[in-house]
């Protein structure tokens, strides 16, 4: 494709995607590089920035990508998946305004076979676990997936502790930072809270007949996406170390890690 055909922001993220081990570009050499004014080429990172891509910026350093926007698929995840059940028979990919629990929890009432697994890109409202609303920001991880265990009511807590770990553990198949779990059902980092897991589930004689794992963890938000109060108490995996991660691959290790602890 010739050069003025490819669209700006496909040639903003070549070049920011081919810098250097730091990851950062000067204005300055992209503004030159694509032929633009320094204004231009802010109306662009704006524009880019609306649709979704995570790009910091500094001065003195320029702009780093971060994560682009719905940079991942079905197919991403499931490359090099290595689950027996969960992730291998069907994924359902929500856009925009879809809570994930809800349209698991409906699958899994009509019967859709363990493993099946829900993604929202962006979610525009879920709860938390004191059932508050929050909103689901760039660079979140955000899924639901379906299990069908023989489980005792009475070990339930212990069940929301084992997804707990399982979280913390994919975290940490990245070098990502250990994860505080915290009861009843949070992740935290530091004095920030990272992510926050939501089970529902369906018992039969004090037996669960399935489980609806919802998780949210905010793994390449930017620190300065946290609106209102939530700057104060949240948090990413990005804002607390400088680093951005794979979303795919940490969805990919979650699965693995939750398969291998509940079986």
Known sequence: MPREEIPMRDRILDLLSAAEADGWVTGEKLAADLGLTRAALSKHIAAMREEGDILESAPGHGYRLICPADPWAGHDVQKSLHTRILGQDRWIWLKDGAAINQTAVLEAMEEAPEGVVVVARHQDEGMDSEDFCWRN?????????????????????EFTLLVQEACTAAVLDFDGPELECRKPNDLYLGDRKVGSIHIQSMFHNDIMRWAVIGVGLNVNTPADAFPGPLAETASSLYAQTGRGFSIPGILRSLLEELERRIG
């Open 137 to 157: 920001l760039p660079g979140t991880l955000t899924f639901a997936v379906i299990l069908r265990i023989d489980w005792p009511a009475d070990r339930l807590a």
